[in-house]
């Protein structure tokens, strides 16, 4: 199965992209992931579960409100997350 992957960004592009990648998902039976990239201060922290990786209540309801968009579409979506530096 392919995969892809829509990062995080801007509400109003982020959604827009998930239009488009659910289009495209749906027409190649594909799945998207969502990736959000979440910055830590410390290099240590990278793969290091910590306060900074707990997604915040907007994220949460974001990440439900793309995930309604790939349902509509009938396309599988997980959510990711990954520390970058």
């Known amino acids: 199965m392919h995969t892809?992957?829509?990062?995080v960004s801007?509400?109003?592009w982020t959604e827009r992209a998930m239009h488009?990648?659910?289009?495209?998902a749906h027409q190649h039976k594909a799945q998207i992931v969502l990736l959000r990239l979440i910055?830590?201060?410390?290099?240590?922290w990278l793969g290091v579960?910590?306060?900074?990786?707990?997604?915040?209540e907007p994220d949460t309801s974001d990440y439900a409100f793309y995930q309604?968009?790939?349902?509509?579409?009938?396309?599988?979506c997980t959510v990711q997350r990954i520390h970058h530096r």
């Open 10 to 12: 801007d509400p109003q």
């Open 49 to 56: 579960g910590n306060d900074e990786a707990i997604p915040t």
């Open 4 to 7: 892809i992957i829509v990062h």
């Open 68 to 76: 309604a968009i790939a349902k509509d579409h009938q396309v599988d």
């Open 39 to 44: 910055a830590v201060p410390n290099p240590a």
């Open 20 to 24: 488009l990648a659910c289009e495209v």
